[in-house]
């Protein structure tokens, strides 16, 4: 069904952030009626080229992209959102953007409601229109018969289930007479099986209508059952461009990470050995939201380096948030074979954990107050250091000097730039505050470490020296660390064992010299083939 | 192009807005104005007329009131056209005479008798050195930011 | 089944919370007031027709998501100075009002625009910050009534000048406008009296509501109220929005102060509008309405059952507690407790529909504590 | 010049405005007749009475639970205190310590509940602190007419009960801190030692506070709720503590001001007190989540050399008293400023 005119075609779009290359040379054509599955893991440049794609503002203010869009043959340059909804791209996205007191009908033509007009237009113009509710009823069963799912019109996105939410949105898009590009990221994500059954069967149903399908995806089955053809991304370059058909999970998965293993890793492995358990977590659940974690038990030894990985959303950050107490958790978690009240965050830092959040502007760091605090508030509240007795003890103030002692020795020993250690540490890069977080975390002298996207955001020299200190703490202090990264390759570098979490769930253990596609398939959520899950098994008994 | 046209009618009905804003405005500032007469039943200085020996005086619809020599009285009126009856007593004669106000004159006096008499002008502004003056003076009450409804209920309604 | 039933008891409960300890409190306080019910009914019809229109101005602001509109002051100063305006041109009876009225827009659609932007630089804070600003308007409106008029802005109406020839005199008589809209055409209906007149245009004005929901910035303004990042993603002007909802308040607030002081009968220059803001807001959250949900009932449940309070109150605590003023501190306690009550009460459920809606992500994990263990 | 434009985009023009307003009203005062040794005189004795009041708002401003709006509580407390020294006929500083010694279990109660509340309704805190102020304000006023207090001094003479709404202190400790010490000079001047040392002893322990273990995790709990909680500090205990402590300094703020002022000024006298207060720390330079001692002293001295020179000055230029909206539009204005800019990015 698909002619010779490729509808959408983009060609050698490149970008970089601040230096940071995310997309390079990125070339492909979609064509009418066509499902593009659009697959790569976490930071391969999906979003940032679907950005692109829609006119994002954001590209714009980062010096814009490299490369040529163009929709039938004529280049784009979309200044904003509005300008692509008006060429026909729609776009779904992975948060849900409906007003929850409108009822379907009313979120399905938001700013597009039919209206006539009013006496007081002349005056106060199109704005002062009566709304036409049963033309918009009738355009929004349209839109949802298109989609040939069951939706009630007048129900309140407030009272729908999360799959209705979805297929709303979608219904919005395609409501719209232009649309003829379709970008779902992630539709399915929120969906129990069933409902995304229907939405494949009515993602099928607008495609032999002849819209334009991207769907962006990381259940690598739903991936191969719809697609035409599919494209991956892989640190920002499209490293494969074939149609699906024969194509197996294993090769996407395989494809998706498929980097090379540095050949260290095996003899790294050989010399290392650790003491007896330190950590074990049983039936872990933590409610935390967008990373809920449902049934986790592993164990750590003593000096080991563990890593957690896992696509976004599947729970590997709500491990260590749950361990620390940060968000609602139960299950048991014991140190030193004693059990640590969860729920409380001065429990698990005075048993001698600390934890580098992943989100560090928000919880990692007191943004508006000096570096000797931002270092030193931890230890001083949990253990008590750096506060001095005044008139024999009657009460104590900040010891000034010994933050800034500690801070120095930080900032020499991290290399942190700044200019002294009373700057303010929103003044810092983001590397550098990665490292004052780490600091903060060292200052407590922990006997283990969680350690949560060290690396996130921050340039490739920073990333590098972040990975070099923990692995140093670990060598020289045997500090036992529990890393959790979205970067595969990061977590192989470093780690003793990796472990990969799926929906909530530990899929597999791996060595981090295990094949690569047996890592791709435990994180697209499929069984490992019997002859890897050994490898994972011994890997566990000599823990 | 139809947008070039609905814009320019949005232009004409706008204006014509403003413009009924500005009329209503004025339509109001005319019917609303009140004005206060003073109905004066009193003999000339010169002698040249004589005060009515008992008539009632009607202005507009409102209600009638007796005279007597030296006698004054005021009504309150609103707007300018105005239309004056007098009904002697004693002949039983009536007189029926309209007039205009002029917009600037909250307080005018009507003679009666110089209008029988036939003389012009038989109505003027009355200048009364701020008579009306009777409320307390005071100043701002301190502590604006005082807050409490002590006043806000005070005044007693009159059904 | 029960347990649905005491479920929807419940919510009914703290929904209605504040309606109900308002309705025992008055009931409790009418027979010690030993006032007549007839007395107390017509009392309430008169300030039904002399609130109401205030109150309606609350309406809009909390469907475009801006909380109570505190800032409504801003709209009674600018109908204050249409009056001062019609009585010193001495225009009188119903075209006086009509007259200061329209004096009154072009002033309370500036500042209402002043207003809705400075509501904008404060995004979550409306409250507050519409509080503080009819303050600081209050302020400039002193400064221009007490020191430019008369000085800078002639007035020919002496009488209404202070002694010492400008500035606006601390009480000013409305006898040329006193009531003239009530008397148009007062019904006598058994021993009461209404105002057809006054209730036909807040009649009115409710159908005016009830018609601009329908219209497509009734529309807008309910989206933006619901969730902002949404309503802007989808193209509606945001900030544009927000600024003619407070705009619209505020005129209606204008108009609304014109027909409460023509009932009152005089104007108290300096302090008629400090309590405007209040006795609304007051009265609208009595009547069952939150920060974030209202309805026009609200608005008439609201103004009866305060203003019945605020009628027996005072009596009921002059019989009780031998003293006038406890009554009047106790209306003025009950009224801003109401106030704080109810926000309390808004901030309290937000915070835990925001917990709940979290728990509900949570989805099967708690159910599995117990069940098989990892897969490692 | 870069440099200069950072400090003023730092400070804001408003308070540039002020600053130099003052400055110039200063100058102007001989001129036009004013005395400057009895202006001076005047503003620091003003300054010594207030500036507790606004010390007070510094925890609950550190501590991320924005202005505080129902410092009436604290102010409350403060009455309940003298009015009972009073009661208890205790004079002199017996009487002036007695009344904070009196006071303290009220603010520390009420402090208390109102910390709890304020914990419950995260977010909205000012407008709900405003009307909680207000309706216990009303409360009070019911209790003053109601109370069993019958000291001669402090009730109605008429009616042998309720307390009159101003209560003279002038036989019990009426300028008990502001005579301590004090230096007169000339006919005009005089310097309240014994005022200003208590002020400066109260910042003081502020200061010295604030660098506490305690001082240290409530700045950071202002400072990023979730940065506090995940090193271990209850938010909700020293967000709590933070009132508490603001609603006790209200207290002994009000009996420093009772003490200078001469009377106590009950009913709905604390209302009016907490707007100037809040209005003078933002004149300091404080925001609405950072505040420190300098922002207090100097904006008190500025708000009140403001609120005592303008009448002075102005009425002697203009011949007429401006002061009252003056004092409106600036203290109304400078919150209004405060709550309008645009919080730095902090998340």
């Not at chain 1, 799926?502 to 060595?511: F, K, S, V």
């Not at chain 3, 915070?351 to 509900?360: C, F, I, L």
């Not at chain 4, 400790?173 to 005579?179: S, T």
């Not at chain 4, 240290?216 to 933070?242: C, E, H, L, Q, Y």
Request: glycine share 10%.
């Amino acid at each position: 069904m698909a002619n010779d005119e490729p509808l959408l075609s983009i060609k050698n779009v490149s970008k970089e952030f601040y230096g940071n290359v995310v997309l390079q040379n990125v070339s492909f054509d979609l064509r009418a009626g066509e499902i593009l599955g659009l697959v790569g893991e976490n930071g391969a440049g999906k979003t940032t080229l679907m950005r692109i794609l829609f006119g994002m503002p954001v590209i714009a203010e980062t010096g814009g992209f490299k490369g040529s869009i163009s929709i039938e043959g004529k280049e784009i340059g979309f200044s904003s959102p509005f300008d692509a909804l008006d060429a026909g791209i729609g776009m779904v996205h992975q948060e849900f953007s409906l007003i929850p007191g409108f009822t379907t009908t009313e979120n399905i033509v938001l700013n597009r409601e039919s209206m006539h007009p009013s006496l007081l237009n002349e005056v106060f113009g199109e704005r002062m229109s009566i709304l036409d509710r049963p033309i918009m009823k009738k355009r929004a069963e349209k839109a949802i018969s298109k989609l040939g799912v069951k939706l009630d019109p007048d129900m309140l996105v407030s009272e729908m289930p999360v799959g209705h939410k979805q297929f709303t949105e979608i219904a919005r898009e395609v409501s719209r007479e232009k649309t003829r590009i379709l970008v779902l990221d992630e539709p399915t994500a929120v969906l129990t099986e069933s409902e995304a059954e229907v939405l494949l069967a009515s993602l099928k149903r607008l495609s032999s209508d002849g819209v334009a399908i991207i769907f962006i995806s990381h259940r690598l089955q739903e991936v191969v059952e719809i697609a035409d053809r599919i494209v991956v991304l892989r640190d920002g370059l499209a490293i494969k461009d074939i149609p699906a058909k024969g194509v197996t999970i294993k090769d996407i998965a395989s494809w998706m990470v498929g980097r090379s293993v540095s050949s260290d890793v095996a003899s790294r492995l050989k010399d290392r050995c650790f003491g007896e358990e330190i950590l074990s977590v049983e039936q872990l659940w933590v409610d935390m939201p967008g990373e809920t974690v449902r049934d986790v038990s592993f164990s750590v030894c003593s000096g080991e380096i563990l890593g957690i990985g896992g696509l976004a959303g599947q729970g590997k950050l709500g491990i260590p948030n749950g361990i620390m107490g940060l968000y609602p958790a139960g299950g048991s978690v014991r140190l030193h074979g004693k059990d640590i009240v969860l729920n409380q965050p001065a429990g698990a830092l005075k048993a001698g954990m600390a934890f580098v959040s992943e989100d560090r502007r928000g919880v990692g760091l007191l943004l508006d107050e000096s570096l000797d605090w931002n270092i030193a508030f931890t230890a001083m509240q949990v253990h008590g250091q750096y506060l001095k007795p005044v008139l024999g003890g009657l009460f104590s103030q900040r010891d000034e000097k010994g933050m800034a002692i500690l801070c120095k020795e930080y900032i020499e020993l991290l290399d942190i730039k700044c200019t002294s250690h009373k700057q303010k540490a929103k003044e810092l890069s983001g590397g550098n505050q990665q490292k004052i977080c780490l600091a903060k975390a060292f200052a407590m002298k922990p006997d283990i470490l969680f350690v949560s996207e060290p690396t996130r955001g921050i340039d490739v020299g920073a990333k590098k020296l972040v990975l070099d200190t923990l692995r140093k703490y670990n060598r020289e202090y045997g500090t036992t660390i529990v890393m959790v990264s979205s970067e595969l390759e990061e977590l192989r570098s470093i780690c003793d064992r990796v472990a990969i979490i799926d929906e909530g769930r530990i899929a597999g253990i791996l060595p981090p010299n295990a094949d690569l596609a047996d890592f791709g398939i435990l994180m697209a959520g499929l069984e490992l083939s019997p002859e890897a899950a050994p490898a994972a098994a011994v890997e566990t008994n000599n823990a | 192009m139809k947008a070039a046209g609905s814009r320019k009618r949005t232009i004409v009905v706008r204006s014509c807005l403003g413009a009924f804003y500005v009329a209503i405005l004025v339509i109001m500032l005319l019917t609303g104005k009140r004005h206060t007469i003073l109905i004066d039943n009193k003999a000339a200085e010169d002698a040249s007329y004589e005060a009515v020996d008992g008539m009632s005086v009607q202005i507009d619809s409102l209600k009638s009131s007796e005279f007597y020599p030296g006698d004054r009285d005021k009504v309150v009126v609103s707007g300018q056209r105005h239309k004056v009856k007098v009904e002697i007593f004693n002949s039983g004669k009536v007189e029926e005479r309209s007039f205009v106000l002029p917009l600037g004159q909250d307080m005018l006096i009507l003679s009666v008798p110089k209008m029988l008499a036939g003389k012009e002008p038989w109505f003027g502004p009355f200048t009364l050195q701020q008579e009306q003056r009777t409320s307390t003076e005071t100043t701002v009450e301190g502590g604006e930011m005082s807050f409490g409804g002590e006043v806000v209920d005070t005044a007693p309604v009159k059904p | 089944m029960s347990a649905t039933k005491k479920k929807s008891l419940s919510t009914f409960l703290s929904e209605y919370a504040v309606v109900i300890i308002f309705v025992l409190f008055t009931l409790a306080a009418i027979a010690p007031s030993r006032l007549s019910i007839v007395y107390i009914v017509q009392e309430v019809i008169t300030r039904l027709g002399r609130n109401s229109f205030l109150v309606i101005a609350l309406l809009l602001p909390i469907y475009a998501g801006m909380g109570l509109n505190f800032g409504m002051t801003l709209g009674a100063m600018a109908g204050q100075i249409g009056l001062i305006f019609a009585v010193n041109f001495g225009v009188g009876d119903w075209q006086g009002l009509v007259f200061a009225s329209l004096v009154g827009l072009p002033i309370s659609i500036l500042l209402g625009w002043v207003c809705g932007s400075v509501m904008n630089r404060a995004k979550g804070r409306e409250m507050v910050t519409g509080y503080i600003l009819a303050f600081f308007i209050s302020g400039i409106y002193q400064f221009f009534v007490l020191y430019i008029m008369g000085s800078v802005i002639p007035i020919r109406n002496s009488a209404i000048l202070l002694s010492r020839g400008y500035g606006i005199r601390n009480t000013l008589n409305l006898e040329s406008v006193r009531q003239s809209l009530d008397t148009i055409f007062l019904l006598k209906a058994g021993p009461f009296s209404i105002p057809v007149v006054t209730f036909a245009i807040i009649a009115l004005l409710c159908i005016f509501i009830v018609w601009f929901k329908r219209t497509k910035l009734g529309q807008d303004m309910r989206a933006v109220g619901q969730d902002m990042a949404v309503a802007e993603a989808a193209g509606i002007p945001v900030e544009k929005t927000r600024i003619i909802a407070i705009i619209m308040s505020t005129v209606l607030a204008c108009v609304g102060q014109i027909i409460f002081l023509q009932n009152m009968g005089n104007l108290m220059t300096y302090s008629s509008h400090d309590q405007t803001g209040f006795f609304a807001v007051a009265a609208i959250l009595v009547g069952g309405a939150s920060v974030t949900r209202v309805s026009i009932a609200n608005v008439f449940i609201g103004v009866i059952l305060l203003h019945a309070m605020f009628i027996v109150s005072p009596l009921a605590g002059q019989n009780l507690f031998g003293s006038a003023m406890v009554g009047e501190y106790f209306r003025q306690f009950i009224g801003y407790g109401v106030i704080a009550l109810s926000l309390v009460l808004y901030a309290w459920k937000a915070k835990k529909a925001a917990s709940n809606a979290r728990s509900s992500l949570r989805g099967q994990a708690t159910g599995n504590g117990n069940g098989n263990g990892g897969q490692a | 010049m870069r440099n200069m434009k950072e400090f003023i985009q730092e400070f804001g023009w408003p308070r540039i405005i002020i600053f130099f307003f003052l400055i110039s009203l200063f100058v102007l005062a001989p001129f036009v007749g004013v005395r400057l040794d009895a202006s001076i005189s005047d503003v620091l004795n003003r300054f010594g009475q207030y500036a507790i009041l606004v010390l007070a708002l510094v925890p609950m401003i550190q501590a991320g639970c924005g202005l505080n709006f129902g410092l009436a509580l604290g102010i409350i407390a403060g009455l309940l205190g003298s009015t009972l020294s009073l009661q208890f006929e205790l004079k002199g500083f017996m009487g002036f310590f007695g009344a904070i010694a009196f006071a303290t279990p009220f603010a520390l109660l009420l402090g208390y509940g109102y910390g709890k509340l304020l914990n419950k309704v995260k977010g909205e805190e000012m407008t709900i602190a405003m009307y909680v102020g207000f309706s216990f304000v009303m409360l009070m006023c019911i209790m003053w007419l109601v109370l069993p207090f019958n000291s001669p001094t402090m009730v109605w003479g008429f009616a042998g009960k309720g307390l009159r709404t101003t209560i003279s202190v002038e036989y019990y400790w009426i300028k008990i801190l502001n005579n301590f010490l004090a230096i007169r000079i000339g006919r005009f001047f005089v310097f309240p030692t014994g005022l200003l040392l208590f002020v400066g002893f109260c910042a003081f322990c502020m200061w010295l506070f604030l660098r506490s273990k305690t001082g240290t995790a409530m700045t950071a709990v202002g400072s990023n709720p979730d940065f506090a909680r995940a090193s271990g500090v209850s938010s909700d205990k020293m967000r709590t503590i933070s009132v508490v402590i603001s609603t006790y300094l209200g207290a002994v703020g009000i009996i420093v001001y009772q003490q200078s002022f001469g009377f106590i000024q009950l009913y709905t006298a604390p209302s009016p007190m907490v707007f100037p207060a809040v209005a003078a720390i933002l004149i300091g330079g404080a925001s609405i989540n950072k505040a420190s001692m300098v922002n207090v002293l100097v904006g008190t001295f500025l708000f009140q050399g403001l609120l005592t020179m303008t009448p002075s000055v102005i009425n002697s230029i203009l011949q007429t008293d401006m002061s009252e909206v003056i004092r409106m539009i600036v203290s109304n204005g400078m919150i209004l400023y405060a709550l309008t800019r645009k919080m730095k990015v902090s998340k």
